[in-house]
């Protein structure tokens, strides 16, 4: 298995402590509260923490893969997933938290089920359809939102609590249009893809 490989199962092993350490800290399970005792209140930082790294190493993965040939089917495939893996339990741990409405998630993860759905139309029709601009916003928007999701706990930056709440609130309608325009982008420059015509 090559470094990018690697990067990338190592990015879907992060998950489980990262869900741990998030929802651990919020609903204050008591075993979760024996190992971290005092510092309970802060595990929002460590997770993330972990949240960064994993998401440093999706843009890490594809660089190297990209600059040492290091394309694989594996990576084709379980990169994409990783992320959308990484990103969606995310999303739910922060709706479980309340802080993200439930509804913004049901949007973002439709449209990853919509453009799967594509890629898999298209894969089998021998099509090989590249990752647009517009994508890569929406994926760093989404992070950019889940990282001040995290840290807007009511403990950092407690003095300017409101303007955390305002560049939060910013950030998440900015994340959810991207998402709707890259899903409307990619279905449009795709639609040949769901034609019956060979």
């Known amino acids: 298995m090559n470094l990018p490989n690697k990067l990338t199962v190592f990015r879907m092993i992060l998950i489980l402590p990262f869900v741990l350490l998030l929802l651990g800290g919020f609903h204050e399970w008591s075993w979760f509260s024996a190992i971290f005792g005092s510092i309970i209140e802060y595990v929002d930082y460590i997770a993330l923490a972990v949240?960064?790294?994993?998401?440093?190493?999706?843009?890490?993965?594809?660089?190297?893969?990209?600059?040492?040939?290091?394309?694989?089917?594996?990576?084709?495939?379980?990169?994409?997933?990783?992320?959308?893996?990484?990103?969606?339990?995310?999303?739910?741990?922060?709706?479980?938290?309340?802080?993200?409405?439930?509804?913004?998630?049901?949007?973002?993860?439709?449209?990853e089920f919509i453009i799967s759905g594509f890629r898999l139309v298209a894969s089998d029709k021998g099509i090989v359809i590249a990752a647009s601009y517009w994508g890569k916003f929406k994926t760093?928007?989404?992070?950019?939102?889940?990282?001040?999701?995290?840290?807007?706990?009511?403990?950092?930056?407690?003095?300017?609590?409101?303007?955390?709440?305002?560049?939060?609130?910013?950030?998440?309608?900015?994340a959810l249009l991207l998402t709707v325009i890259s899903l409307i982008d990619y279905v449009w420059k795709n639609r040949s893809v769901m034609s019956d015509v060979k």
């Not at 600059?67 to 339990?89: E, Q, S």
């Not at 889940?146 to 003095?159: D, Q, S, T, Y």
């Open 140 to 174: 760093v928007s989404q992070m950019v939102m889940i990282c001040l999701l995290i840290v807007n706990n009511g403990h950092f930056l407690a003095g300017y609590t409101h303007v955390l709440d305002i560049v939060t609130d910013i950030i998440t309608w900015i």
């Open 51 to 111: 949240f960064i790294i994993a998401s440093l190493t999706d843009m890490l993965d594809g660089k190297i893969a990209r600059k040492y040939n290091l394309i694989t089917n594996f990576g084709k495939f379980m990169d994409p997933l990783a992320d959308k893996l990484l990103v969606c339990a995310a999303m739910i741990c922060l709706v479980e938290m309340e802080r993200l409405a439930a509804w913004i998630v049901i949007i973002i993860i439709s449209r």
